[in-house]
Every structure is written in C-alpha cells, then in structure tokens.
C-alpha cells in the first residue's frame, strides 16, 4: 500500500483523519496513513497559495505523498484578515481582543476555512481541498480550551459557538470537516 504522510505533530489531528478518510473505504483504504512533525516556514500570503506552498516543501522533505493543513479565522470587515495569522493573533489579543478588532465596525461576520493541500511527491501537482463555515464572531462562550472556538458562531450552529457544541455536531459543519470530506471524495476517484 502506498504511503500518505499528514505533516502535522498533532496525534489528535491525525486519529481525526484516519477516522474521516477511512469511512470512504469501509475500512479498507488503498493506502497507509502516517504522520510527521515538519518544522515548515511560517509563510505569509493568501491562503490557498500558503497552503501549496508548504505541501511543496513538505513533500520535498519526505520525498512522497502528502498533506498539509491550514486554518485560517477570517473577519469580512477586515477583508479576510486575521485569517493564516489567527493563532497568533489569538496568542498576542486573546479571546477578548479578537472580538475589540471588530469594535467600531457594523460587520461582525467571519467564515473559518481549512485549506487541505495533497500532492503525490516532489514536483507533482498539488490539489487543493478548501472548506469553508460562515458565521459571526461573539463575546466567549463555551470551554476555552480549544483556540478560538469561543468567539466563532456559526450561521448554521442553532445560536452556539464552536465550543458549545458536541463534537458530533461541530464536525458535521465545520470548515475542517468539510476540507477533508472533499479530500476524501478525491481520494476515492483516484
């Protein structure tokens, strides 16, 4: 079976992806899933080029297939801004920051995205899986423990923020989950 490196050092991210990729297969995947912690470069740009961008460099390291996975919190009022840089805008401002950003503008509206970069090897092309939920962004409510998921209520949520819901029903609209069921759905074609 051909091997599929997931560039992340996150254990939980990889068991996430394991369980969504393999239900296309019944359990029976044509390929091994694995993962590896590379140190990539914090690039800067619009997303989905950032997300090309590191499944290049990732592949040139591992020398074969892989994914990359990019998230990005996007603020329609600050045309897309924090986006890529969110985690460290979220470290510097905190959840209470982040909502200050929008103080004085009438748009609290924002969209999560999650940007799957695959590619089959160096030099290969790399295809792109970008999931997207529209939602606004609110005073914390829910855990704190889990970036930004406090501050972000999707349209679709039922008037919850990500932190709020069951993981069940966060997943089921969720930009990630929609990133990798698109991925998913590729996988299965090729």
């Known amino acids: 079976k051909p091997l ?3 560039v992340t050092g996150n254990k939980k991210k990889l068991e996430e992806a394991k ?3 393999s239900s296309a297969f ?3 995947a044509p390929f091994e899933l694995t993962n590896q912690k590379i140190d990539l470069p914090e690039l800067q740009g619009d997303p989905v080029e950032i997300a090309k961008e590191k499944c290049k460099l990732a592949a040139a ?3 074969g297939a892989v994914f990359t996975e990019d998230t990005s919190l996007c603020f329609n009022a600050l045309n897309g801004l924090p986006g890529p840089y969110i985690k460290w805008f979220l470290d510097r401002c905190g959840h209470e920051g982040l909502n200050k950003m929008l103080d004085g503008f009438e748009d609290r509206s924002a969209y999560a995205q999650t940007i799957v970069a695959y590619t089959n090897g160096p030099g290969e092309e790399v295809h792109v899986f970008d999931g997207r939920t529209n939602g606004k962004i609110v005073a ?3 855990p704190t423990d889990f970036g930004w998921d406090p501050v972000f209520e999707p349209d ?3 008037g919850k923020t990500y932190a709020e819901m069951t993981k069940e029903f ?3 609209i969720s930009h990630r989950g929609r990133s990798f069921e698109k991925f998913k759905a590729f996988l299965a074609e090729s």
């Open 4 to 6: 599929i490196t997931f």
């Open 19 to 21: 369980q969504i990729l």
């Open 26 to 28: 019944e359990g029976n």
């Open 61 to 63: 390291t591992v020398k």
């Open 140 to 142: 914390p409510r829910g």
């Open 156 to 158: 679709e949520g039922e």
């Open 170 to 172: 966060k997943n089921s």
